[in-house]
């Protein structure tokens, strides 16, 4: 973007504090506040590699190939929990690049620790709110990919207008995302699913990649099954994947 600062950040970075300071509630997040015990391992992962993958979140866009040492595909990933399928991707895909967002530090430090036992590299975290990130740290045509796994589908009714799959949100994805590029958003919840899949079909910049009358596509390759998900089929609760790229 002409006039806007970029920022080299270095491969040993200070770690961020989890965003207690985040105060606008009228406003739709990425994430959904929970409890959760940091274990002594994560703590470890957190002290050790922290400075190394954590990103500062600052309001001003990053440069990838100085925050990652090389130039590949950048794709951001929103909510990655505790991190079981990023670092699985980020093993089967090596030739791109991993930001995550999580504010969740039991989540992060999970990440981290897996990054540690894995000897993965292609991962950057961000422990802050997504929607934030978006639009604060991430140029226009900057994503090659997005991935956004088992968001929170907010079942009442009345909860329903703080689903982040909402059009003012996939139109600044939009923006930020590549000519081509894809965005992948997984849920197991059908309801939530239909809406998705009505939001992104109304964005007029996006078209469907999926080549099945539902509109949904297979599970790709390089998403594993959580423990969660294989629970819920064994139940025999539904997955649904849905996969645009960018017109």
């Not at 973007?1 to 989890?18: K, S, V, W």
């Not at 399928?85 to 980020?90: G, R, V």
Request: net charge positive; with cysteine.
């Amino acid at each position: 973007m002409a006039g806007r600062q970029i920022i080299d950040l270095p491969h040993h970075l200070p770690m961020t504090a989890p965003p207690d300071h985040i105060t606008h509630p009228k406003t739709i997040k990425s994430f959904v506040t929970r409890a959760g015990r940091t274990t002594s391992g994560q703590a470890k992962a957190l002290a050790e590699l922290g400075p190394q993958f954590v990103l500062p979140f600052q309001p001003r866009p990053l440069n990838p190939p100085a925050v990652f040492g090389r130039v590949a595909p950048l794709i951001l990933e929103i909510g990655f929990g505790m991190g079981d399928a990023t670092a699985h991707i980020a093993t089967v895909r090596t030739n791109d690049n991993f930001l995550g967002c999580e504010v969740h530090e039991p989540g992060v430090g999970a990440l981290l620790k897996r990054m540690g036992e894995q000897d993965i590299g292609n991962i950057r975290i961000l422990q802050h709110d997504a929607v934030e990130v978006l639009e604060h740290m991430l140029g226009e045509n900057s994503l090659d990919g997005v991935h956004i796994f088992f968001p929170d589908p907010w079942h009442k009714l009345r909860h329903h207008k703080r689903r982040l799959i909402q059009a003012p949100f996939v139109e600044q994805l939009l923006k930020r995302m590549k000519t081509g590029a894809y965005l992948h958003v997984a849920t197991d919840w059908q309801p939530y699913a239909e809406h998705i899949l009505a939001v992104l079909h109304k964005e007029t910049g996006l078209v469907n990649a999926s080549n099945r009358a539902d509109g949904y596509v297979d599970q790709p390759d390089y998403r594993p099954l959580t423990k969660f998900e294989n629970r819920g089929l064994r139940l025999g609760h539904g997955v649904w994947d849905l996969v645009f790229k960018k017109a």
